[in-house]
DNA sequence: CTGAAAGCGCTTACAG
DNA sequence: CTGAAAGCGCTTACAG
């Protein structure tokens, strides 16, 4: 069904079925037709634009409701240019880290004009597909990509990329999070206080450890002492809750935990909670990210914290940026973690 | 460089300075020219579509990206009707309740092949602005509209609404949560475990409780006791903190403490610690939405679950049906919450 | 106050 | 394998 649209004019090939579902969608000149105006009558109507009779203009309207009438965003974004599109990919909206991230983006986004596109990668049946569909839509895209960065520039179209776990070599723009001297001051805090023993409790599989662990396990060298490193299965709080679990259970236990991130130390508290060891007093906890639920717990959680609203204004000059093909501007930004101490070390 | 398209002829007016900044974006003439090609070849070589010899496709390939092309959405939208956009609007990203429903939205959308488009109207310095453009750029909005609904219909083009807010006399489509009879399981639970001076812990500032509120004290006054609801100056943690502090402060604390929120009886829950009392020996707390975070607190949060899952099926379900103007699909859907008893109560 | 014409940038048949 | 034509739905000048 759905008859070929006439277009200069004839017989409108009427709205099919009257069963809503089946009806091509109305277009200017439907409207235009059912009220006996031209086209551009319509969009003066519909766009509340000046020269045209109140008479007309409610006929217009009329016409436009009982049609359905909805302008396309394609037309009309192809002569106004449509505002600017930002598309953010996120690793998993279930941990805490990427709200506080995207709500900075979303606020300083929504102040400079640009709509944003959400798509959680880690939570993605088909994130290859998810991601092919962000770039057509969007004129920037910018987030963690992980391994999906890799092939980004062999695409057929290029959408300017801000990668936000940008290692050294990107190709891409980039803002880069840097843990080093925070870790530094944490690190000369906890020996400050003492620690002798600490554990850095490392995401994820690799045997290795991360970047952020190795740097953790680093700093306490440059003080004359050595940090164990465990893995967790994952980042999640109850791998990290297991893993702290047995940790704290062993004949000599550690006197601190350096969690990889809020979410693995706030799944270490509880461990330690239950446990029945007190937090700092028998062992001391800190994490990373700086996630407001870190005030919520009891002890409030010690952390290394990212300062969001920076990450946002550097993802928006940078996406202004590249969307208008500038050159001139420094693609690499990097924003430093900040140590704040609060009761749990 | 990037010389003018010649197209129907004449003098195009010059790309203003070749600072990149200044130039007008590349098209796919402007690609066919360069490549010394027509604009159909451009077509095959972008979409790696066949019937092209490898070295054309090299050479527009080089080309284009010469010229920085990238197809505009709006010409690729308008003669292949594009994807399907879901505008989601969310009141404040970061209480953990938004992305936790955003998450199960994202999630299903990508699934059914929609892409989502956030606004966070809480944080939103211009929320008129924000809607206006989230409801030009998608087919349907849905979230928490708050006031903002009220006006939606009276807007020149109408974008198809989903309020998740919705009372029972909304005019849009809606999906609505229903916590009453989870409240009564509930309350049936505390008045057993021999709780006899119930607090309500409402949110926000209107003097009269919110429907919810007033549900909480409906159930106990059902079983013969009589809830005192008090008043947060908003929904925060640290509000309902400051309340609680005072509350339990007083020569006859209250035994049990239901929140408006989670967020808020993690607030209170706060207090509680901080005024030596044990949770839930000397004071029951509990909350509503059954977020995540409720399990990483200690104790662990009692609480009113939403399945966002099903919120989510629901909005997929009347999204597909209000873009296809559907008019048979049953416009109102209810969610019940569902107890979870933990720790807390 | 209203309308006829041109054009935004792309893809989809259809010819060659 | 490549191209000339038509058309997607809208707005922006320009005439009347």
């Known amino acids: 069904m759905a008859g070929p649209s006439q277009l200069t004019g004839a017989d409108d090939p009427a709205p099919a079925g009257s069963s809503a579902a089946g009806r091509r969608r109305a277009t200017i000149l439907d409207v235009a037709a ?12 519909m ?16 016409a436009a409701r009982e049609l359905s009438y909805r302008p396309s965003r394609f037309g009309r974004g192809l002569v106004t240019g449509g505002a600017r599109q930002l598309g953010l990919v996120v690793n998993d909206l279930r941990n805490p880290y990427s709200p506080e991230l995207a709500a900075a983006v ?17 939570l993605a049946s088909d994130a290859d597909r998810l991601l092919a569909s962000l770039r057509e839509q969007a004129d920037v895209v910018v987030g963690y990509l992980g391994e999906w960065s890799a092939g980004w520039g062999s695409g ?5 990329l801000i990668q936000l776990d940008a290692g050294e070599t990107t190709e891409h723009a980039g803002v880069r999070l840097d843990p080093v001297a925070a870790i530094g001051d944490l690190v000369a805090h906890l020996v400050a206080m003492g620690v002798r023993c600490p554990v850095v409790l490392d995401a994820s599989a690799p045997r290795e450890p991360s970047a952020r662990g190795a ?13 164990e490193v465990v893995h967790a299965a994952s980042s999640s709080a109850e791998h990290a809750s297991a893993v702290t679990a ?7 236990p550690p006197d601190a935990l350096l969690a990889f991130n809020d979410l693995m130390a706030l799944g270490a508290l509880s461990a330690c909670r239950h446990a029945g060891l007190d937090v700092p007093r028998d062992i001391r906890v800190a994490g990373v990210d700086g996630l407001t639920i870190g005030t919520l717990v009891a002890p409030t959680l010690t952390t290394l914290a990212v300062d969001f609203d920076e990450v946002a204004r550097h993802t928006l000059e940078l ?3 590249l969307r208008d093909g500038d050159a001139d501007v420094d693609r690499f930004r990097v924003v430093p973690h900040r140590l704040v101490l609060r009761e749990s070390a």
């Open 106 to 122: 979303v606020r300083l986004a929504a102040d400079e004009g640009w709509n944003v596109m959400l798509v959680d990668i880690g």
């Open 34 to 45: 059912a009220a006996g105006v031209s086209r551009q009558t319509v969009t003066r109507a």
């Open 246 to 252: 047995q940790v704290v259970r062993r004949a000599a």
């Open 156 to 160: 057929l179209a290029t959408t300017p």
């Open 215 to 227: 740097a953790m396990a680093a700093a306490f060298r440059e003080h004359g002492v050595e940090a």
């Open 47 to 62: 766009n509340d634009m000046s020269g045209i009779s109140a008479e007309t203009k409610r006929r217009v309207m009329e």
């Open 319 to 321: 996406a202004v940026a």
